[in-house]
């Protein structure tokens, strides 16, 4: 095989990498090169994320160490059967160029994901060496995040945690059974194993008040993963209860939801087209909505309809439109987690409304002030001047709140 030049093999390598979502670089520990001592930092201007329009993120070098791969898992580009353009980078390539691009202020870090090369242990021990030269020998202080490779010596995992600020290993299918058939050589207890072994060396590393010496620090941004969507046909309700599973059985930090790209040549196995990237974005806010505004999986679930999520409307709108009964709230008496429920008002809002009405009754115009569109409030509660009267319960309410989708014009293919 024809050897690449390295820009070519990073531009082999940066795009079979942008499949991959999950690379979000919050949650880390503040480090900094202040005092000449050292090279990048993960504050300051901290680390700051750009997103492509299709939403992946662009701040880290992002790329995979090869897109060689003994694995055929069918939803995958990089697949041993796909017919893409192979490249591979070395150990010491991924060191320069994670450098390089540092000096130059393109990025705020890595991203090193990889193909399966001979066996999961040799490749988690590249990858693992790439983090280790970077953090020992030229003292890198900006943020890794490396992708595990599940089926790796739980060793090579631990040491993998000892460099990276972050790791994952992705689930990829939201349904386990679909592993066997998409992913033949992929083993969900073996992935599931290596998640809940990263949660208790993070969960170990945590110093305790009794600790003398503070314990070695182990992914101090935790774990994340990622959910692929629309491949194997399981609903949002499903995908939801299999995220708060996710988070409540590994202590993630973070599911990503990447949407099924159909790729060349793919599997009859997989759907032809790929689902809109609306779905994606639903999903993201009903994750949301779990993580910061107490909703049980079960509630999203009152926010679907067949076990999906409204394309047109966020999910609290759709919730609370379904659970009427549960409005109007009142702004000057109601508790936080209801009126976390009130659509059009973010947990900012919330505080700021609790924190006021201390020392001063609510007024419709009060609340307009700390929210961002009063229109989408204005049904679910009631203020010392204002009450809805039977706006909450009007048959077309949905019709009032929701803009008119836009005309599309149709593909002739
Ligand atoms: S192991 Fe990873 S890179 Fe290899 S085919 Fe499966 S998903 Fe793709």
């Known amino acids: ?45 901290g680390i700051c994320h750009a997103y492509t329009p299709d939403g992946r993120c662009v701040s880290l070098l992002k790329i995979l160490l090869t897109n060689f791969c003994i694995y055929d898992c069918v939803y995958c580009i990089n697949r041993a059967s796909s017919n893409v353009q192979r490249a591979r980078f070395n150990v010491d390539e991924v060191v320069e160029l994670t450098l390089n691009f540092y000096r130059r202020n393109y990025i705020e870090g890595l991203f090193l994901s990889s193909g399966i090369i001979r066996s999961g242990d040799y490749t988690m021990e590249q990858m693992v060496l790439v983090a280790k030269k970077l953090r020992e020998e030229h003292d890198f202080r900006g943020y890794i995040h490396l992708k595990l490779i599940p089926e790796a010596d739980p060793k090579l995992v631990e040491q993998a945690g000892l460099y990276a600020d972050r790791l994952s290993a992705n689930v990829e299918l939201p349904r386990d059974e679909a592993m ?33 010496a503070r314990p070695p620090k182990f992914a101090p941004a935790g774990q994340s993963t990622q959910l692929i969507i629309g491949a194997d046909g399981a609903p949002d309700t499903e995908i939801i209860d299999r995220s708060a599973a996710l988070y409540g059985g590994y202590g993630l ?20 087209s790929k689902p809109p990237l609306m779905r994606e974005h639903r999903l993201y806010q009903a994750d949301w909505l779990m993580r ?7 509630e999203i679930g009152e926010a679907t309809t067949g076990g999906m999520l409204d394309l047109a409307i966020d999910p609290k709108l759709a919730w609370a439109l379904n659970r009427r009964e549960r409005f109007p709230v009142n702004v000057n008496t109601a508790a936080r987690e209801d009126l976390l429920r009130v659509p059009g008002l973010g947990v900012k809002s919330v505080n700021r ?49 929701v803009p008119e989708p836009k005309a599309v014009q149709l593909s002739l293919f």
Do not use: H, N
């Not at 066997?180 to 060396?201: E, L, N």
């Not at 159909?262 to 759907?271: E, K, V």
């Not at 910061?292 to 079960?298: D, K």
């Open 1 to 45: 095989m024809a050897q690449l030049d390295l820009r070519k093999k990073l531009s082999v390598l940066a795009d079979a990498a942008k499949y991959d979502a999950s690379c979000a670089s919050s949650g880390t520990s503040k480090r900094d090169s202040k005092g000449g001592k050292g090279l990048g930092s993960t504050e300051g201007m």
């Open 180 to 212: 066997g058939r998409f992913a033949p050589q992929k083993d969900v207890g073996v992935i599931k194993k290596a998640m809940a072994d990263v949660r208790r060396s993070v969960e170990a590393a945590r110093p305790q008040k009794k600790d003398r």
């Open 253 to 272: 930090r973070r599911v990503y939801y990447s949407a099924f790209s159909p790729i060349p040549d793919s599997s009859a196995a997989l759907p032809l």
């Open 292 to 298: 910061f505004y107490g909703f049980s999986p079960p």
């Open 353 to 401: 409304m609790i924190s006021i009405r201390r020392y001063r009754t609510l007024r419709l115009e009060d609340v307009a002030r700390l929210c961002r569109g009063i229109d989408k409030v204005r049904p679910f509660i009631t203020a010392l001047d204002w009450t809805p009267g039977g706006l909450t319960d009007a048959v077309d309410l949905r019709a009032r709140l």
